[in-house]
């Protein structure tokens, strides 16, 4: 299971920092990757972490911006988000791939419930 958390209120240019707690799956088989679902927008993959390969993706849309990482010893990944934007209003999901990380949003297997970031101008 996974679970999402992190998500909020904030203005244009400010701070948030997104968690997702794994259990019941390691990072050592699994890609974790953060996917975000704008109003009226379909889903995209923004970022995504693969301990396999060392793999950290980031949309270019986040790049610079967004920071993925991931804590072993407690199962979570984290992604720092600074200079948000209004455009960066969306529900966040984070969602579990095996092994790599993947643009295929059928690919991922798990999906946390999702956390609503909301950007003001």
């Known amino acids: 299971q996974l679970q999402a958390s992190g998500g909020g209120l904030v203005q244009a240019g400010g701070s948030l920092r997104l968690s997702c707690a794994a259990s019941g799956l390691t990072f050592d088989d699994y890609a974790i990757g953060w996917i975000r679902q704008a109003p009226g927008k379909e889903r995209e993959v923004v970022s995504c972490i693969s301990s396999s390969d060392g793999t950290r993706y980031y949309a270019e849309s986040v790049k610079g911006r967004f920071t993925i990482s991931s804590d072993n010893a407690l199962n979570t990944v984290n992604l720092q988000m600074n200079s948000l934007q209004p455009e960066d209003t969306a529900v966040y999901y984070c969602?579990?791939?095996?092994?790599?990380?993947?643009?295929?949003?059928?690919?991922?297997?798990?999906w946390g419930q999702g956390t609503q970031v909301t950007v003001s101008s």
């Open positions: 969602a579990a791939h095996a092994v790599f990380c993947t643009l295929d949003l059928l690919g991922y297997d798990y």
